[in-house]
């Protein structure tokens, strides 16, 4: 220690005209705001900027400089016996000169960000969030950083070895390692883990130079070339354990089942309930989340690619719920490989196909999960799904959007589109025989203003679409049928329609004192129904959870929120309210069955034990028996 | 048991690739004296030295000092050793006076007067930069920092290397009359052979990597000899060469009416064999100057001896 501060305060003093450098570099920026031009900008943002960037950049530049001359150019000259040849060890030598040069930089910082430190405190790396620590470690570690690796490189540069093949080698592992390391948290979207997988690759970096450097000094001493050897093996060999050991932890951080899952997200459930999508974080995982299509009994789960938007539904069901197909993981805009499982099995594996889409595409499967449809760039793609062959292909015309398709049977598909004419827009109804490839017209909603969305029932019989007239809020909903298009009636209630099992309309709305007005009708005829729940902001009617039960989150009095949300089985018929239960989070993530690239969709023929999952209190996914009225835990939750 | 010597080299070997610049070198400085190891330029001197200071590993073998292995034992073998680089190695920045406070941080036994003494009679500014210093002040300046530790060893790697004969011989004598009277033993490497001659205790000669000679210089003198008898034709050259092997002869040569052998084994036995059985009129015996013995220990191709 004695040693390494002896030669410490030699360095710093054989360089201390920096300090010198440093303070004319400070007292120009403090007259900086006098200068003509700019004179009209706030003098304290003027030396704000113009001390941070200098010392930025002044720290990096003399961190390079001297990172590449300080022992480089001492070995080059056989200088460094000077130190050799006194009673200091070889790490007491690297030491000193090493926190010598560092602390003259990190001073020289100082002094270049005094002129804005005199007026901005330690609010210059502080933020309303406490201690800016981005901005506190570009000033301390980046200089640290590029000293350690010019050192490195002036090393490797004047020695001339045939290390140098093992430091091209190292190099090229180690990028690799990083892209594999970064990647999974990249298309995961875990931006916690992946800002730690960083930090500790940045941390490694700085480990595997400054023990690649201490060991090359303290083994190869006065001789440049054996200072190399010993740095490049003491350099890779650490960076080969820090790296593995981050590889690792990345690896055991997205490395768990659904039984881990604490807080459990459902997105998609199979139409017969029996599977689900659910994404999940576990203890310790930090935010990576896992994305899994499992089966309710929660023994068998087949692994989905991670999103980065984990909202993001990724599967898409056959209508018996036998096949589920899905888009494979990617990063960015890059094609993605289409999986597909089959889930009748008694153990489904994931399965990859070779066919790739854009992350954009939409995909339909058909009722027996036997034929798949792509839609993307303006192309409908059929396969037979098992053998991957390509059925037909079918462009379809330029000017249709919001294109949605979906299989009437395995040679039919039914397509539904929005085209514009003038001013107008429209919806085409069309039929596509997947044998000839032909598009028929069969029906066509015309002369629509804005189309919000529209959703077509589960027999294709009929649908509702949604428009919103120019410079107007409110949207108004109208209902057609959905093989010619002809109107059969507006709908005078705005909120979200659903089509219960019967075929009957549920249609709901909030109104102003926070009562829910729910309205029953069957499409045509007589019999509307009328119901109107007590004040409940925020209450929300979900699915058909029992024939002509609908489930209601109930929430009567917002104070109730950090007990949970209550649950109710509405009657539509009666209105009988049957409590599910409380201390709820809510129901699942449920979407519809989305196929359109845009907003069209369609309900499936979904059976009621699709409405009865639920997310509780500790974030556990639990299925409702409306038998016994009990609560079953499926997976996931805080234990 | 005997006492340990200051340096002792065990079948130091140092190779660079296919190349053995040292080639299991053995031998033992005991306290006290001047050793020298002379060589020619690539002899293994420079290798030899940089192991045995533990600034270099060596291929195989052991170097101690002071009882340390220098290579493991580096810095505690360095508290008593001074060491005068080939090329002064202070840092150009510092002046004699900054490298002062370091050398007094560091070094356990450091004697400040004992440098400054120094530096003030031979003249050597203290406040100048390392780099402004002429050749001979820095060779100054790294001899006083290397005796200002109160060394048991000074280790001088060619010390006279650019310096004039007034300054090589003022070197020289302060170092036979400084060190030999505190007892402080001094291994040089050098080639001013005249110099040394008059200092040296033992000498070594390396060749090729190989150690030729190690032995105390008198000894050595002792053993080389020119040989001068009248040139004869009587008598034949084989029974000349038959007597001259009792002398271990190395070279020949001849003059005008003189004949002459260079021997590396001379001895009164072996000089009395040669005359009765060369029976040649022996003129007179020249003992060798250090130079001359180098000359015909190193003078040829690796393996010496021309």
């Known amino acids: 220690m004695k040693a390494t501060m002896a030669i410490m305060a030699r360095e710093v003093m054989a360089r201390r005209e920096l300090l010198l450098l440093a303070v004319a570099l400070a007292i120009m920026i403090s007259f900086l705001p006098f200068l003509p031009n700019i004179e009209t900008y706030e003098a304290t943002d003027v030396r704000t900027v113009a001390s941070g960037a200098t010392a930025l950049t002044l720290g990096c530049l003399l961190a390079l400089v001297l990172g590449a001359t300080v022992f480089g150019n001492d070995l080059s000259e056989g200088r460094l016996g000077f130190f050799f040849s006194r009673p200091v060890s070889g790490l007491a030598v690297w030491c000193g000169r090493v926190l010598a040069v560092m602390a003259l930089v990190w001073i020289v910082e100082v002094i270049v960000l005094t002129p804005a430190l005199y007026h901005e405190g330690i609010r210059l790396v502080t933020s309303s969030d406490g201690v800016d620590w981005l901005t506190l470690l570009a000033y301390l570690i980046a200089p640290l950083l590029f000293f350690l690796m010019a050192h490195a490189v002036s090393i490797i540069v004047r020695a001339g070895t045939h290390w140098l093949f093992l430091d091209l080698g190292g190099a090229i592992v180690v990028a690799l390692f990083v892209w594999l390391n970064l990647r999974p948290m990249l298309e995961i979207g875990a931006v916690i883990a992946l800002w730690v997988i960083v930090g500790s690759l940045i941390a490694a970096l700085l480990i595997a130079l400054w023990v690649g450097g201490a060991m090359g000094i303290a083994i190869g001493r006065v001789d440049l070339r054996r200072v190399h050897s010993a740095q490049s093996l003491a350099m890779w060999s650490t960076m080969a354990i820090c790296l593995a050991a981050i590889t690792v932890y990345g690896g055991w951080l997205r490395d768990f089942g659904p039984r881990e899952f604490n807080d459990v997200d459902v997105m998609t459930v199979a139409p017969d309930g029996g599977w689900v999508e659910a994404v999940g974080g576990a203890k310790g995982r930090l935010d990576v989340k896992r994305r899994y299509l499992m089966s309710t009994d929660a023994k068998r789960w087949v692994p989905l690619p991670a999103r980065w938007e984990f909202l993001e539904v990724v599967a898409a069901y056959s209508l018996d719920g036998s096949t589920a197909v899905w888009r494979g993981g990617g990063v960015g805009e890059e094609p993605r490989y289409l999986w597909w499982a089959n889930l009748g099995r008694p153990d489904p594996m994931a399965r990859p196909t070779s066919l790739i889409v854009a992350p954009e595409a939409a995909f339909t499967v058909s009722a027996d999960g036997a034929r798949l449809a792509i839609l993307e760039e303006g192309t409908v793609s059929i396969y037979e799904l098992g053998e991957e062959r390509l059925v037909k292909a079918i462009r379809l015309p330029e000017d249709l959007q919001r294109v949605a398709v979906v299989f009437i049977d395995s040679n039919t598909l039914r397509l539904f589109a929005r085209f514009d004419v003038d001013d107008a827009q429209s919806v085409l109804i069309a039929e596509i025989d997947t044998a000839t490839g032909e598009l028929a017209r069969i029906g066509m909603i015309p002369g629509l203003e804005e189309i919000s969305w529209f959703a077509v029932d589960a027999a294709l019989e009929h649908m509702v679409v949604s428009t919103r007239s120019e410079g107007e809020l409110r949207s108004e909903r109208s209902l057609y049928d959905a093989k010619s298009g002809a109107l059969v009636r507006n709908l005078d209630v705005a909120g979200f329609p659903r089509f219960l099992q019967d075929g009957r309309l549920v249609l709901t709305s909030e109104k102003d004192d926070g009562s829910i007005t729910l309205v029953v009708e069957p499409i045509e005829g007589e019999g509307r129904i009328v119901h109107t729940m007590r004040a409940a902001h925020g209450s929300t009617v979900h699915g058909e959870a029992v024939p002509n039960g609908v489930v209601v989150s109930h929430l009567v009095d917002p104070s109730d929120r950090p007990q949970g949300i209550r649950l109710a089985l509405f009657d539509v018929d009666t209105g009988e309210m049957r409590n599910i239960g409380s201390h709820l989070r809510g129901t699942v993530r449920w979407f519809p069955w989305q196929t359109g690239n845009d907003m069209g969709f369609f309900w499936h023929r979904d059976k009621p034990a699709v409405f009865r999952f639920f997310i509780d209190q500790s974030g556990a996914l639990v299925r409702w028996d409306p038998e016994t009225g009990e609560m079953m835990h499926v997976v996931g939750g805080k234990k | ?306």
């Open chain 2, 1 to 306: 048991m005997g006492v340990e010597p200051v340096v002792k080299l065990d079948g130091l070997t140092v190779r660079y690739g296919k190349l053995t610049a040292v080639d299991d070198l053995s031998l033992e400085v005991p306290k006290g004296g001047v050793f020298a190891l002379l060589g020619r330029n690539g002899s293994g001197k420079s290798s030899t030295v940089r192991c045995l200071l533990g600034q270099q590993r060596p291929t195989s073998g052991r170097t101690r000092i002071l009882g340390f292995d220098s290579w493991k034992k580096r810095r505690r073998a360095m508290e008593r050793v001074g060491v005068v680089p080939e090329n002064p190695d202070v840092p150009p920045d510092s002046t004699a006076d900054r490298v002062e406070k370091f050398m007094a941080r560091v070094t356990p036994f450091w004697r400040s007067a004992n440098y400054f003494d120094r530096l003030e009679s031979l003249g050597v500014p203290r406040k100048q930069r390392f780099a402004r210093l002429s050749k001979g002040q820095q060779r100054q300046l790294a001899l006083a920092l290397a005796l200002a530790g109160s060394p048991r060893l000074v280790v001088l790697d060619d010390p006279t290397l650019g310096l004039d004969a007034v300054a090589r011989r003022k070197l020289y004598e302060e170092l036979v009359g400084e060190l030999a009277d505190r007892g402080t033993t001094v291994f040089l490497t050098t080639h001013d052979l005249t110099g040394v001659e008059a200092i040296a205790d033992q000498v070594g000669v390396l060749h090729g990597g190989s150690l030729l000679v190690d032995e105390p210089l008198d000894v050595l003198k002792a053993r080389y000899c020119r040989v001068i008898w009248a040139a004869t034709d009587t008598v034949p050259r084989e029974r000349i060469d038959a007597g001259l092997q009792h002398l271990g002869v190395i070279g020949r040569g001849a003059a005008k009416g003189t004949n002459e052998a260079v021997v590396e084994n001379f001895s009164e036995f072996g000089f009395d064999r040669f005359r009765q059985e060369a029976s040649v009129d022996v003129l007179r015996v020249d003992s060798l100057s250090l130079e001359e013995i180098f000359i015909a220990l190193c003078g040829a191709e690796p393996g010496g001896r021309s």
